[in-house]
């Protein structure tokens, strides 16, 4: 059974950093996409980041380009979203994704989901 699970969301003030992790077991996933979502209250869910390790290729959605950095070990199946300079427009429940491929991520075709990670950032 795949078990997805984010860790360290929390309270910050605007300027400030968090660093998101992300464990996913159950199976290999070296060959997968892993990535990141967020959803701000009365808003559609909207793709962050995402790493696709069998090419290198790392992708941003343009809101964070610059801010936020993903980065994984996939030794370990984690995945890890570094925010800085953060905004209180960040505000949002971030989700762990898991899918085939960036493009597919960015399609919202994902195979995997977190349960979510709350961040609140205060003006």
């Known amino acids: 059974q795949v078990h997805v699970v984010e860790s360290g969301g929390g309270l910050v003030e605007a300027g400030g950093s968090l660093r998101l992790s992300c464990a996913a077991s159950?199976?290999?996933?070296?060959?997968?996409?892993m990535g990141w979502f967020r959803q701000a209250p009365g808003k559609e869910r909207e793709f962050v980041a995402a790493?696709?390790?069998?090419?290198?290729?790392?992708y941003y959605a343009d809101s964070v380009k610059g801010r936020f950095t993903i980065s994984r070990d996939n030794a370990k199946n984690t995945v890890y979203l570094q925010m800085n300079s953060l905004k209180p427009e960040d505000t949002a429940v971030y989700y762990c994704?898991?899918?085939?491929?960036?493009?597919?991520?960015?399609?919202?075709?994902?195979?995997?989901w977190g349960q979510g990670t709350q961040v609140t950032v205060s003006s």
């Open positions: 994704a898991v899918g085939l491929t960036i493009a597919t991520m960015y399609d919202s075709r994902i195979d995997y």
């Open positions: 159950g199976r290999t996933f070296s060959s997968y996409a």
């Open positions: 790493s696709e390790w069998s090419t290198g290729t790392i």
